[in-house]
T-cell receptor, first 115, second 112 residues
Framework: GAVVSQHPSRVICKSGTSVKIECRSLDFQATTMFWYRQFPKKSLMLMATSNEGSKATYEQGVEKDKFLINHASLTLSTLTVTSAHPEDSSFYIC???????????FGPGTRLTVT | EDKVVQSPLSLVVHEGDTVTLNCSYEVTNFRSLLWYKQEKKAPTFLFMLTSSGIEKKSGRLSSILDKKELSSILNITATQTGDSAIYLCAVEAGGGAQKLVFGQGTRLTINP
């Protein structure tokens, strides 16, 4: 399977500031990465599909101006939560599609707490 | 709207018991169904099922897909405390790029 890393693993920020989360595919080139959000005791919800070299595709209800996604290389996608609010506190997870083309492999996740 | 429903939402059993977790789905353009195990961090991949009736097996875990019933089960035999986790079912659907729709998960607790 694919090896995916995320940085940071945990971040606490003040309301109104911006936070950048990195997702790296360590062992193969990922043209597509996905960003999910998971609230406590809830399942994963897809936020957006990150495509290398082009604009991300956002799911309904996800504000593209608030959650900025940049997929500038085949191994790195970044999610920036702009002007964070306490309700943005969540577990953010990225994933890449495996070499077989179907199964997704997840990064370890980033826990964001906005105070 | 694509939907994936898992049952039960929570299950507590004793070590050594066998458990069966259920997943049903209603999606357009079904492509595959995947099972994940989530402990404290991100989910880890267990199985991917695309064909009906073919059991996938890995140690004490096995899973099978029934496309006629739009469902899948995940079986765990001779459970161990290390099997305690949330088990997530996800369906890849639609014509786009491998988008997954997740169920709510089943929280499995194995007591010694």
């Amino acid at each position: 399977g694919a090896v995916v890393s995320q940085h940071p693993s945990r971040v606490i920020c003040k309301s109104g500031t911006s936070v950048k989360i990195e997702c790296r595919s360590l062992d193969f080139q990922a043209t597509t990465m996905f960003w999910y959000r998971q609230f406590p005791k809830k399942s994963l919800m897809l936020m957006a599909t990150s495509n290398e070299g082009s604009k991300a595709t956002y799911e309904q209800g996800v504000e593209k101006d608030k959650f900025l996604i940049n997929h500038a290389s085949l191994t790195l996608s970044t999610l920036t939560v702009t002007s964070a609010h306490p309700e943005d506190s969540s577990f953010y997870i990225c994933s890449v599609v495996g070499t077989s083309g179907s199964e997704q492999y997840f990064g370890p996740g980033t826990r964001l707490t906005v105070t | 709207e694509d939907k994936v429903v898992q049952s039960p939402l929570s299950l507590v059993v004793h070590e050594g018991d066998t458990v069966t977790l259920n997943c049903s789905y209603e999606v357009t353009n079904f492509r595959s169904l995947l099972w994940y195990k989530q402990e404290k961090k991100a989910p880890t991949f267990l199985f991917m099922l695309t064909s009906s009736g073919i059991e996938k097996k890995s140690g004490r875990l096995s899973s099978i897909l029934d496309k006629k019933e739009l469902s899948s089960i995940l079986n765990i035999t001779a459970t161990q405390t290390g099997d305690s986790a949330i088990y997530l079912c996800a369906v890849e659907a639609g014509g786009g790029a491998q988008k997954l729709v997740f169920g709510q998960g089943t929280r499995l607790t194995i007591n010694p």
